[in-house]
């Protein structure tokens, strides 16, 4: 530990800047206290305030920049990819595009506040079209806003967090050994929280296959599109699907026969928003209401994109 503190007073700016780029990137490598910390050494002249802001922004925008421009380029793809390898990938997607899609490109400038939304925002809102010199105008001002923010904390409380650098250097291996046992459990009780969230919605899905098998015997289901605003913004819904945004049933979905099938689909991780909008239905007596195993991308792989589906394929309701 006393290396470590040794190697930011000395080589400060390099640190912070591989520390931050790695962060931003997506790896779950906490950037934050280091900014503080960085703050506190700057009081006493060990490090540069106006550098390691610097240096710190500049790698908030490569990080930023690469993954809105992989979002332009690949667009719901990259979003997928993200989710899948974040700590909390089954509420991660429907999370982002309800806060981007309530606060558009605004949303940038408080995304590295917020886990998990800081890494998808950028590619979000490359998918949803926004201009570059919108993009980086809101990347650059949330980078400063940030890194500001963890540097005038560790400025404002030096003296403390003197106090605590000092008591870790003397610790030695026993301070990296807390701290790893910290990291480990932070991500056990991600785990714990990410298991208990898909028990929640533990239900039985129907594969495309058997929906095929439906269609086939003409007991033609309605389609319901559980996906968030954002995400039929990127995607066109089902023809003759539903949009069903939570909260009560629609009227459409009201006035059926409750013995009617519902599929619901989504384009989540492990079909979990379209799991949870059919256990609402089936808690309002929509018994045969189940979710789409593969969500929207099964439909199409089976089906064709959704300009290309045959609207007769699904109920027409309401």
Same mark, same amino acid.
């Given at each position: 530990?006393?290396?470590?503190?040794?190697?930011?007073?000395?080589?400060?700016?390099?640190?912070?800047?591989? @520390?931050?780029?790695?962060?931003?990137?997506?790896?779950?490598?906490?950037?934050?206290?280091? *900014? @503080?910390?960085?703050?506190?050494?700057?009081?006493?002249?060990? &490090?540069?305030?106006?550098?390691?802001?610097?240096?710190?922004?500049?790698?908030?925008?490569?990080?930023?920049? !690469?993954?809105? +421009?992989?979002?332009?380029?690949?667009?719901? +793809?990259?979003?997928?990819?993200?989710?899948?390898?974040?700590?909390?990938?089954?509420?991660?997607? &429907? =999370?982002?595009?309800?806060?981007?899609? +309530?606060?558009?490109?605004?949303?940038?400038?408080?995304?590295?506040?917020?886990?998990?939304?800081?890494?998808?925002?950028?590619?979000?809102?490359?998918?949803?079209?926004?201009?570059?010199?919108?993009?980086?105008?809101? !990347?650059?001002?949330?980078?400063?806003?940030?890194?500001?923010?963890?540097?005038?904390?560790?400025?404002?409380?030096?003296?403390?967090?003197?106090?605590?650098?000092?008591? *870790?250097?003397?610790?030695?291996?026993?301070?990296? @050994?807390?701290?790893?046992? *910290?990291?480990?459990?932070?991500?056990?009780?991600?785990?714990?929280?990410?298991?208990?969230?898909?028990?929640?919605?533990?239900?039985? +899905?129907?594969?495309?296959?058997?929906?095929?098998?439906?269609?086939? =015997?003409?007991?033609?289901?309605?389609?319901?599109?559980?996906?968030?605003?954002?995400?039929?913004?990127?995607?066109?819904?089902?023809?003759?699907?539903?949009?069903?945004?939570?909260?009560?049933?629609?009227?459409?979905?009201?006035?059926?026969?409750?013995?009617?099938? @519902?599929?619901?689909?989504?384009?989540?991780?492990?079909?979990?928003?379209?799991?949870?909008?059919?256990?609402?239905?089936?808690?309002?007596?929509?018994?045969?209401?189940?979710?789409?195993?593969?969500?929207?991308?099964?439909?199409?792989?089976?089906?064709?994109?959704?300009?290309?589906?045959?609207?007769?394929?699904?109920? !027409?309701?309401?």
């Amino acid at each position: 530990m006393a290396n470590l503190i040794l190697l930011l007073q000395e080589y400060g700016v390099l640190i912070v800047f591989a @520390i931050v780029l790695v962060e931003q990137i997506g790896l779950p490598i906490p950037a934050f206290p280091l *900014l @503080i910390v960085a703050g506190a050494l700057s009081v006493d002249g060990d &490090s540069n305030w106006l550098a390691v802001l610097s240096v710190s922004v500049i790698a908030c925008l490569i990080s930023d920049y !690469s993954w809105f +421009r992989a979002g332009r380029y690949y667009g719901k +793809r990259i979003l997928r990819l993200l989710c899948k390898i974040s700590l909390s990938p089954d509420y991660c997607v &429907s =999370q982002t595009e309800d806060n981007f899609n +309530r606060w558009g490109p605004k949303a940038l400038v408080v995304a590295k506040f917020i886990p998990g939304f800081n890494t998808i925002a950028p590619p979000l809102a490359g998918a949803m079209g926004t201009s570059n010199g919108v993009f980086l105008g809101f !990347s650059v001002a949330g980078a400063i806003v940030w890194s500001g923010t963890g540097i005038a904390i560790g400025a404002g409380f030096h003296t403390q967090i003197d106090q605590v650098l000092e008591i *870790l250097s003397t610790m030695g291996t026993t301070a990296l @050994i807390v701290l790893g046992v *910290l990291l480990v459990l932070f991500i056990g009780f991600k785990y714990i929280e990410r298991k208990r969230f898909r028990q929640s919605v533990e239900i039985d +899905r129907i594969t495309i296959d058997d929906l095929k098998k439906l269609l086939e =015997q003409g007991k033609a289901p309605v389609l319901v599109d559980a996906r968030s605003v954002t995400a039929q913004m990127l995607e066109p819904a089902v023809p003759g699907a539903l949009l069903f945004n939570g909260g009560e049933p629609i009227p459409e979905l009201i006035a059926l026969d409750k013995n009617h099938h @519902i599929i619901v689909y989504c384009s989540c991780p492990n079909d979990v928003t379209a799991a949870h909008v059919a256990k609402e239905l089936i808690g309002h007596g929509y018994h045969r209401a189940k979710p789409l195993h593969g969500g929207l991308d099964a439909w199409n792989a089976a089906f064709g994109t959704p300009r290309e589906v045959d609207e007769g394929n699904t109920a !027409s309701v309401g």
